[in-house]
């Protein structure tokens, strides 16, 4: 395939106000790419970015009838999209532009050798011409959208979801696996840091939900199979019935559960009570019929005897198909369950964890007895599988500091005689959950602390467990704590039941949790266009984080789909239908399935769908005999660019013409200068006209992040914009000033 | 020691290994300023045919900083590079490269400090094994 080589290409190399033009030479850097083949122009500017420059190129380009650009400025993942649009602006096809980065990888990183960055950068700038000489003109992907989504998971996150994306103007799809929603938060009681109760906060979610006609909530619901891509996924999920099929009050129920004769552990108090077959959650779980538990019934038929019972044994599972344009996933978390004999657990019978612990509490009346015996000295054992030095989750869970904490606090005021012993590897309670473990020390709790080199023992003497254990708070003497009972501190892990992501190939972290693009930059969205993550699938949180995550995914979401058409990124794989034998060998590897297999010209041959394919390119080395490239990274693009890399660079030294160059941007006349200054400069300024200020100062005042503000204020510094007033403010922060 | 500055190539990913770069930049944490970075989406993506082009064009030793078990589209990324560097490593024996020349190692998106380090010991041990054209045979200008 012969491409047309580009022709007319616009050099633009920055100094960022001193941050490159220090280190790097850039006017000799501009000397030395200006004979390479196809540039047409080369210009230095002061602050690329800036709207006066952004402007001047865009006239340039226009002007010149250019036919592509580089930008060699900082890291492409500050400006790509700025300087997309300043090709787009100028008439250029955004894919005609290519970044070199010689800030955080040439000037910044070799600001101790100026010669040999110098040299770098032109290699890096002239492989980025290379690469643009061969760029070709790409149309985005546009595809149409469903505005329908479905929320996987009813928990607190899932139900949140609904309630936001439907006030957003999305048709929502709840889909709960459980009989019953709000997944684990109606299991803990009173809940820190307000000690408002789970279940109460789950019924207020769940009739705001029965409000909107907008949401259709399924349970027993299980997710079968998934087809399509982004904006037209369609869903296969498995209804299980409930086998009651009409209302069914809370006498009715009662009656139902009194007269059922199988009976089996119940997993909403983690095993401490039984549950029959007919049963629910708890007494006000939603939606508010019991459910038959097929697994466990064997049709003995006494609960068809009872009068309005409205059961039906023979009701079959329904499979339906749902069509939606974006899923969300909120499918929580498992607490850690320890292995047998580990601190005692299940070889030691008053060894429980946190989890059962809080169900033991939220049950408890009167009296708090386990296994029949009363309890009056708990001791806490913290980060059992949290933060384990040999074991595999390396994670801190986050939520289960303050969690037992504020069980000792309220086990307390339920029952003012128990002491509590809190066995602990450092607290964190972080934030105001603080003022949790504040109130457990002057309610008088005994904190003791142990390190990862040596952790606490149990033995069980008459009815008392004794935990002995180096205390570092006090230089490692041994101590002992007699206790009634033991409560594993237990962390939180992925789901061991996970029937989805293996479904929707969701991407999976290294900690097994599900896996976002970015942690810090695009935390709720992961690489498959259209599927999103939100509370504790994606990393133990408590609610409020779970909350925060849940409403940003649910917006992302949200503006994704409800214009009704969405735009990709070309930058897929392609394949060369004459190279191409059919092998299948990208197919298999593909995690995305990607592939079609196609007839073209009388032979079998790969096709890419364009909507599904990501562009990651993992099937591009598979292939034996070459077929595949990647857009932007193809064999040619690639290995211009290592020619340009190796390719000598000399400096012609004719720069003392340097005043005839032309330059964006550079001026003496400062107020020519200050129109070049981009906008959070200018905002710098003005936000030190009326007096002198420190970084955060002017930080909070012009609404930036410090670190920015520091950056630019240098350069400013720099330009003679501002200078020090060499005094401190309160909080010992440098002041700064207009300099007249 | 030699005082041979080889010239290194590093593949890195757009969205994890990339900003490891970027970060020891930002930090100031210097490396060798012969080390030029190609970013492709994943690691994954880097053919054979590429390191063997950069070792006849003169580049010294090729890097792969490889997203490991952090990477957005498959977590066993790495494991797929592998297999591109061992059937590379077969190519480099027939000609006569050292097969040290080649080399990955999983970065974090945070990975400043790794990334710097790798890039000491690489420069390190590469500056021993001297100017790639005395193996592939191409004169040494
Ligand atoms: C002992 C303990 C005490 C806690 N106390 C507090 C507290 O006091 N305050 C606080 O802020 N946080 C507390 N937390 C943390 C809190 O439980 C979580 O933040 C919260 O439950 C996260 O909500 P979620 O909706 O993400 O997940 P979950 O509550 O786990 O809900 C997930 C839902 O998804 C469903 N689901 C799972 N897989 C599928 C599937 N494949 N298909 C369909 N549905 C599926 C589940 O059935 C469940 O209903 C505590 C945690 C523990 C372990
Ligand atoms: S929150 Fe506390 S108990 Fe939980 S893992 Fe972290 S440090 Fe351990
Ligand atoms: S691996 Fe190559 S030859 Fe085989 S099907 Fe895919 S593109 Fe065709």
Known sequence: MKKDLKQKIGVYICECGGNISDYVDVEKVAKAVENEPGVYLVQTTMFTCSDSAQIEIIEGIKENNLDSMVVASCSPKLHLLTFRDVAKRAGLNQYNYVHANIREQCSWAHSDRTEEATDKAVRLVRAAIAKVRLSESLETIEIEAKNVAAIVGAGVSGLRSAIDLADQGTQVYLIERDHFVGGRTAQWGKLFPTNEDGKELVERLYKQIKERENITVFTGADIQSLDGSVGDFKLGVKISPRHITGACDEETSDQLYKVCPQETDDEFNFGLTKRKAIYKNYKNAYPENPVVDMDLCDKCGECLKVTNSNINLEQEAENITLNVGAILLNTGFDPYEPKDGEFGYKTIDNVITLPQFRRLLDMSNGSLEYNGKSIRDIAYIYCVGSRQPDGENKHCSRYCCTSAIQSALNVKSKYSDVRNFHINRGIRTYGKQETCYVDSTKQGDVYLQFFEKSFPTLEKIGDKTIITLNDALTDNETMEVSADLVVLVTGMVPRKEDTVAGILKVPIGSDKFYNEIHTKLRPVETVIDGIFIAGACQSPKNIRATMASTLSATAKANSLISTGKIELEPIIATIDTNLCEWCGKCDELCSYNAFEKVEIDGKMVAQVNKAICKGCGACAPICEVNAINIIGSSDEEVEVMIDAFVKDVQFIEDHKAKEAEKTVGKTDDTEKLKKALPEIGKKILQSLESEAKSVPEIAADIQHPADDVLYYLMSLRKYGFVKETGEINDDEYYLYELKQ | ?141
């Open chain 2, 1 to 141: 020691m030699s005082d041979y500055q080889p010239k290194i190539l590093v593949f890195s990913s757009d969205k994890i290994s990339d900003p490891a770069i970027d970060l020891a930049g930002l930090l100031k944490k210097h490396y060798s300023p012969k080390v030029y970075n190609i970013t492709v989406p994943c690691t994954s993506s880097v053919k054979s045919r590429w390191i063997l082009h950069a070792f006849e064009k003169g580049i010294d030793g090729v890097f792969i900083g490889s997203d490991g078990t952090d990477c957005p589209y498959r977590s066993d990324c790495s494991d797929l590079s592998s297999k591109v560097i061992e059937q590379t490593q077969e190519v480099m024996k027939e000609r006569g490269i050292n097969i040290a020349r080649v080399k990955m190692a999983a970065l974090c998106s945070v990975c400043a400090d790794p990334f710097v380090n790798h890039m000491k010991n690489f420069s390190e041990s590469l500056a021993s094994l001297g100017n790639i054209k005395n193996e592939t045979g191409q004169s040494n200008e």
